[in-house]
């Protein structure tokens, strides 16, 4: 395992690049039927006759696939993953454009804060930075996650 990096090391500034990652027609569907079974999410006819003109995927969706790209990103350094403690929440989630079938995501996230806990000495929180961009670069989610960190072992 590689070394693990405590809430100590982490540096206001540093960022990580996560992804790629295509999402399917069948993807969008599927998790709409289980999930935001919204006309829109469902149908290309029903998307039609929206503003979204035709199918996209829901944002709880692309906020899920976030998700799923920055822990594969993690499992890949698994010191990043011992050291993480899990999240408090997720400020200023925003879905910028739709993600359609055949769209490729890439995320980038930057640590925008970091405090020690002042109630549990054995853990900090750090706050960063997540924008998800689609294959053409362009924005379609940003979210400020709240983590929770491991502190160094006295």
């Known amino acids: 395992m590689s ?3 405590y809430f100590e090391d ?6 990580s690049e996560f ?8 993807e969008i569907i599927d998790f ?3 999930f935001d079974p919204q006309p829109f999410h469902l149908s290309d006819e029903a998307a039609a006759q929206t503003h979204f003109g035709s199918l996209a995927s829901s944002g709880w969706h692309t906020t899920a696939l976030s998700m799923k790209m920055m822990v594969a990103a993690w499992q890949e ?10 999240a408090l929440g997720v400020d200023e989630l925003r ?3 739709p993600v359609r079938p055949g769209d490729t995501l890439r995320g ?5 804060d970091k405090k020690a806990s002042k109630s549990r000495p054995e853990m900090g929180i750090v706050r960063t930075q997540v924008t998800i961009f689609n294959q053409r670069d362009e924005p379609v989610l940003t979210m400020k996650p709240i983590a929770m960190f491991r502190t160094r072992p006295a």
């Open 77 to 86: 350094h698994p010191g990043v993953q011992a050291a993480s403690l899990g």
């Open 108 to 112: 980038r996230s930057e640590v925008v």
């Open 32 to 34: 709409a039927r289980e």
């Open 95 to 97: 879905w910028l454009q």
């Open 19 to 26: 992804g790629p990652l295509t999402v399917s027609r069948d």
């Open 3 to 5: 070394e693990i990096v």
């Open 10 to 15: 982490v540096a206001i500034g540093a960022s």
